[in-house]
């Protein structure tokens, strides 16, 4: 399960589709610029989790199976 990163009591981004929660320190976060902003929110700006299949996003993943 994931989620994402301007969501929650302690949030390491700004989001414009993210509103803050009340309870949330101020601090200075880094903020998601408005042309990375998606015209079709995905699944994890919309949903407070999400569970992604990580075998499939591994970039350095290995060719064959360990002990093969």
């Known amino acids: 399960m994931l989620r994402c990163p301007a969501l929650g009591p302690s949030p390491t ?4 589709l993210r ?9 200075a ?3 998601v610029d408005g042309e990375d902003v ?3 929110a995905d699944k994890i700006c919309s ?3 999400v569970s992604f299949d ?5 970039r ?3 060719a064959f ?3 093969t």
Not at 13 to 16: L, Q, R
Not at 21 to 26: E, G, M, N, S, Y
């Open 13 to 16: 981004k700004t989001c414009p």
């Open 19 to 27: 509103e803050l929660l009340k309870t949330v320190t101020d601090k």
């Open 29 to 31: 976060r880094p903020a």
């Open 38 to 40: 998606p015209d079709f």
């Open 47 to 49: 949903q407070p989790s």
């Open 54 to 58: 990580t075998a499939k996003n591994r």
């Open 60 to 62: 350095n993943a290995q």
């Open 65 to 67: 199976e360990y002990g």
